[in-house]
C-alpha cells in the first residue's frame, strides 16, 4: 500500500541552527501537508503545497513539493526552543482521496 | 470559530468493555478521518467518511471496531470489546474535501487494562 518514508527520524540540534527534514513516496502525490504534534495535542498545520516544485513559507518554515511529486522537504531556519515536536509530512493523490502520514521527524532544541 | 471536538479527553477502561468515542467536526466540512497513533505504528488511518459516508474503512483493525456518522455534525467510533492492545491516542479530524488540508481534534486518550 501507499507509505511515506521520513528522514531523519530524529534530531538533535542546538538552538539557532537551521534544519532540514524530508518526506519521500513511493507513489506520486498531488498534495503534500506538514504538520507538527506537540506533547498531549493533536497535529497542527503547518504548510499545504499543491503544485509540483511549489515552495511555500510561514515565517520561519519553508516547504518544497518536489518536481517528481514523489518527495517534499522541509526547513525551518534559526530554531528555537519552542520548535520542539514531531514533524508529520502527510499526503494524498487527489482532492477525493485519504491523506496519509509519514511516520514523523522528532526534533529536540538544545538551548 | 470552533474546531474539531473529542469527547472523551482521557478515558481507563477496563478490557472486554464498550468504548465509545465521539467527534464533531468543523462546521461546512464534509470529509471525517479517524486516525489511531502509537508510537509502535505512528498515525494511522482507521476510516474515512465523505458526505457521511464511509469511502474507505481498510484501515479498521477488525470487527471489534466499527464507526458511523448518523449526520454532517456527529460521528463515533466504538470498540467492542476492548483489549489492552488498543491502548492509544484517537484522533478524529475533518476536512472540506480528502485530500485537502484536514484539521485535528486534541484526541481522546484510551487506555484499557
Redesign the interface.
Known sequence: GQQLNQSPQSMFIQEGEDVSMNCTSSSIF??W?W?KQDPG?????LI?LYKAGELTSNGRLTAQFGITRKDSFLNISASIPSDVGIY?C?G?????????????TSLSVIP | DAG?IQSPRHEVTEMGQEVTLRCKPISGHNSL?W?RQTMMR??E?LI?F?NNVP??DSGMPEDRFSAKMPNASFSTLKIQPSEPRDSAVY?C?S?T???????????SWLTVV
Do not use: H, M
Open positions: 498531488n498534495t501537508l504538520y495535542e493533536g497535529p497542527v498545520l499545504a508529520f502527510a494524498s493523490k487527489t482532492s477525493y482521496d485519504k491523506v496519509i502520514f509519514g511516520p514523523g | 474539531v478521518f486516525y505512528g498515525l488511518l474515512y465523505n469511502i474507505d484522533f479530524a476536512s474535501g480528502g485530500g485537502n488540508t484536514i484539521y485535528f481534534g486534541e484526541g
